[in-house]
């Protein structure tokens, strides 16, 4: 064999046996994402054929919708279910979307529906959470390609678009070779988060803001400290439509809500998409977005029509409900769900 064909078939083994070991370390690894996302992914993954009902989203889900209470009201209504609440603080709309993939190749021939926190689409990752474990995790292709592709599809809105596809494509890179993901393969062969995935288990991946830990209490005390603030954006809110606290951008990219529509149904799954009660007021984009796509999107921040939502009593912070504020929420959400299935 000549010294280039030689160099060439060692090249080739090379890769070979790099992707061959990539995805042996990726069946073993057990969920990414840290201690919230990848504990709550772990126990729906062993416990998938519980459950029917899956929200996912971020710690707005996560605070807001009570799986017990949203099953109880939900057979009131004669559409009785068992959920579980995969939300997960600070999640992105491409996060979501690819645990929207996870729970459907799970494989759970019970799962009727999702419930998906409809996000607005924001390109770049912030800089403090390039190449951490959290953001690589759901960096496969399809995450990747989504990402690239509303980039390009939106230039006149991106600052630095081919950067930021280059990140992407990065971190799609460190995915691939499980860069960033020790812990996850440790935890696939010892086990190391059982204990925690059990008491996600236990309360169906809920946890009110009032049961965790100190810091959140200051935040609640934070939001106390500044309530005329937030009375002032509620009085906005009502006098202005278009008014919100949230004066980020929002890209209204519709390719990856389309992305799991075609998803779920391929597997015969319903999707209902929900704009969980936030800091702001639900923008017009969101109001269009159901006859766009072709499904229910159900609007939760509108002062006028819910007040409950916008009095500090069932509010935790200027982003979260409370306890209280979350029964409310999802008694309301188990009404209007069952209204969408008739």
């Not at 278009?242 to 799954?269: F, G, K, Q």
């Not at 939502?309 to 069952?338: C, K, M, N, P, Q």
Request: glycine share 8%; net charge negative; aromatic share 10%.
């Amino acid at each position: 064999m000549t010294p280039p064909l030689r160099g060439a078939g060692l090249t080739l083994l090379f890769f070979l046996g790099l992707g061959m070991g990539s995805a042996i370390l990726h069946a073993i690894a057990a969920p990414g994402g840290g201690r919230i996302s990848g504990v709550k992914t772990a126990w729906y993954q062993e416990n998938a054929n519980q459950y029917d009902t899956v929200a996912i989203g971020t710690s707005r889900t996560y605070r807001s919708f009570i799986p017990d209470l949203f099953d109880r009201e939900m057979a009131k209504h004669g559409k009785p279910t068992t959920s579980f609440n995969l939300g997960v603080p600070g999640a992105t709309w491409l996060e979501i979307h690819f645990l929207s993939r996870e729970i459907l190749k799970a494989g759970n021939p019970h799962l009727k529906r999702l419930l998906i926190e409809y996000r607005a689409f924001y390109p770049a990752i912030i800089e403090k959470n390039i190449f951490k474990g959290r953001t690589v995790y759901w960096h496969d292709w399809p995450a990747t390609t989504l990402a690239v592709q509303g980039i390009q599809n939106n230039l006149e809105l991106a600052r630095n678009p081919y950067r930021d596809s280059f990140v992407h494509l990065q971190h799609f890179l460190c995915w691939t070779l499980n860069i960033g993901q020790a812990y996850e393969i440790g935890d696939g062969l010892l086990g190391l988060r059982t204990n925690q995935s059990a008491r996600a288990g236990a309360s169906n991946g809920w946890i009110p803001l009032e049961a965790d830990d100190a810091n959140l209490a200051a935040r609640r005390q934070l939001f106390l400290d500044h309530i005329d603030d937030f009375r002032e954006d509620v009085r906005h809110m009502v006098e202005d439509e278009v008014y919100s606290r949230e004066d980020v951008e929002a890209w209204h990219d519709l390719e990856i809500a389309r992305s799991i529509i075609d998803a779920a149904e391929e597997a015969d799954v319903e999707i209902v998409f929900v704009q969980m009660p936030g800091q702001g007021r639900d923008k017009p984009f969101e109001k269009r977005v159901a006859d766009d796509l072709g499904k229910a999107v159900l609007l939760y921040n509108d002062p006028e029509k819910y007040p409950a939502f916008y009095d500090e009593e069932f509010r935790w912070d200027v982003g979260h409900l409370s306890e209280s504020g979350s029964t409310i929420f999802t008694e309301i959400l188990a009404e209007d769900v069952a209204a969408v299935l008739e």
